[in-house]
């Protein structure tokens, strides 16, 4: 095939991709800077693209600003300020509020504690919800390790703030929710094999009651109220210690 030919067929190809229903749902902004290898910040779009972000189609204009329907580089960036600018919603001093548009329940929590209060008089060396969860939220954080880690920045032998009992605690609390989300996990693959609908329905609300107190002790921890996080994450491991009973034993 000839090059005029191949250039015609790749244009009759965009022209599919771009009038289908999928690609009309997807973000813009990232189709754009995928295909554009030069584009700034490469592994932050990578990281959107593995994130529940990217999953649930909440695209870069809701954290940058910006126009997502159109693909003319001037207008597509109108109102995008870099994230050093005051203004910007991605600047350290604006980020959690930014977040928290979405995420209200964390941000109200994290709004209680002393690093918000140290960001909104701008220290900025105090963790955010970035410091935690990564760029993207694809990092909820790592690993109970990196947290601890990140919590010894501060709180280690050398840092601003000693309280060096701090990092290991955070990595105890931490290791301790992700145990309650993985066996409560397991009580919801147990209870779906349930025939009987109102044992079934029985032992789904003593799931959700396990639920409400393991939420309650994560918004404790955007706090960073630990005294009651471990309250509030006892009380949810002993109603799944029971459920597990429950199910265990059958009546």
């Known amino acids: 095939m ?3 030919g191949v250039l015609f067929g790749c244009g009759l190809t965009w022209l599919f991709v771009l009038a289908s229903p999928a690609f009309s749902q997807g973000n813009r902004c990232a189709d754009c800077h995928f295909a554009n290898p030069t584009a700034p910040a490469a592994d932050h779009l990578s990281d959107w693209n593995r994130s529940a972000h990217s999953r649930n189609n909440v695209g ?3 954290c940058h600003g910006g126009d997502p329907s159109t693909f003319e580089p001037a207008l597509a960036h109108r109102g995008v300020l870099n994230s050093a600018n005051p203004s ?9 509020a930014t977040c928290g ?5 964390a941000f109200v929590a994290f709004q209680k504690s002393r690093h918000y209060e140290l960001i909104t008089k701008g220290d900025f060396r105090v963790p955010g919800c970035t410091s935690c969860h990564g760029g993207m939220g694809s990092r909820s ?3 109970p390790r990196a947290l601890e880690s990140e919590c010894r920045q501060c709180h280690g032998p050398n ?3 000693k309280r060096t009992e701090l990092p290991e605690q955070a990595r105890a ?3 301790a929710i992700a145990e309650s989300r993985n066996l409560l996990n397991v009580t919801n693959e147990l209870i779906s094999h349930v025939t009987d609908k109102t044992r079934r329905a029985q032992l789904e609300q003593a799931q959700q009651q396990a639920e409400v107190p393991l939420t309650e002790a994560v918004q404790a921890g955007h706090a ?3 005294d009651a996080l471990k309250e509030r994450l006892s009380t949810a491991r002993r109603r799944i210690e029971a459920l597990l009973v429950q199910l265990a034993n059958p009546q």
Do not use: D, Q, T, W
């Open 159 to 161: 840092g601003i703030a």
């Open 141 to 143: 954080p790592s690993s």
């Open 2 to 4: 000839n090059r005029v």
């Open 173 to 175: 609390m931490y290791e």
């Open 88 to 96: 910007s919603p991605v600047n350290e001093r604006n980020l959690s």
């Open 60 to 62: 870069c204009e809701k």
């Open 101 to 105: 548009a979405c995420h209200a329940g």
């Open 224 to 226: 960073f109220v630990f």
